[in-house]
């Protein structure tokens, strides 16, 4: 998802261990964050975007990363479901 969003938008990933720091705007929102993945749950933090986007983002970023880590899903249904 982060070289997709680094190819679209232009948004930086540096990658440390399990999480990565994220930088750039997605969709005209822009994202200072960071996450880090574990054995059951993506847990990350970010810049709110403000109460009247907050939903909309939250929402965004849901979906987004259960499309990416459904395990029943093969990488090419994954890449597909990005756009």
Known sequence: MLQYWGGKYGVKADWQ???AKIVGKVMGIQMDASFV??????EGE???PGMLLRGQ???YLQKKFGM???PSKSLDQ???SLD
């Open 57 to 59: 983002a939250k929402s």
């Open 78 to 80: 994954v890449k597909t």
């Open 46 to 48: 970010g810049t709110d």
């Open 37 to 42: 993945i574990t054995d059951k749950a993506v």
């Open 68 to 70: 990416v880590l459904d």
């Open 17 to 19: 261990g399990e999480g």
